[in-house]
């Protein structure tokens, strides 16, 4: 098997591993996933066409998929940063969807105020695409802000905030096109 799909396995592993809570096990397969991917080389040219998109910002996107869902905020941070930052501006979706789970992270650390400021870029770059996943995401990040809608929020810089951030998300989502048909939410 080349490399560069042993290592999608492994990260598609590592993420059933942390959706089931397993650090260790996720720790293995998210290792073996990264020396995987070191060991691909684009010019072999061993790679099938259909792996040719995962790269290490699409692993960086997975391992921050799996911080989030473990729980491990900073982890999650660093990681959707790195693949934020490996995605060119041409991956609108992955860049979108990079950003909004670096607001999640940020959710998770109570940096509520970032993660709305994160999320809205998410948003805007969402906005101008047809992308069910996207709109997953975008509701998951406005369930995850929910509890802040609405009321006075102290921050890290301790200065009274208010998140209106799941509510611009509706309106946002009811306007454009970013909804999945046959979503009700």
Do not use: K
């Not at 670096?102 to 695409?129: N, P, Y």
């Amino acid at each position: 098997m080349p490399p560069r799909a042993e290592a999608m396995f492994l990260a598609a592993e590592a993420r059933g591993h942390a959706l089931m809570g397993d650090v260790p096990a996720f720790e293995s397969a998210a290792g073996r996933a990264v020396r995987a991917l070191d060991r691909a080389d684009p010019e072999a040219g061993d790679d099938p066409a259909w792996i040719a998109h995962f790269d290490a910002a699409y692993l960086a996107d997975e391992l921050a998929h799996c911080y989030r869902d473990l729980g491990q905020a900073e982890a999650a941070a660093r990681a959707a940063e790195e693949s934020i930052a490996g995605h060119p501006e041409s991956r609108a979706r992955r860049r979108a969807i990079g950003l909004a789970l670096l607001a999640s992270a940020q959710v998770q650390q109570r940096e509520v105020e970032q993660a709305c400021r994160t999320g809205t870029r998410a948003l805007e770059l969402l906005g101008t695409l047809r992308s069910s996943r996207g709109a997953e995401y975008l509701d998951d990040l406005r369930e995850r802000l929910e509890p802040y809608a609405g009321r006075r929020w102290c921050g890290s810089s301790a200065r009274g905030w208010s998140c209106t951030w799941p509510d611009r998300v509706n309106r946002v989502m009811g306007l454009t096109r970013v909804r999945s048909p046959g979503r009700t939410r």
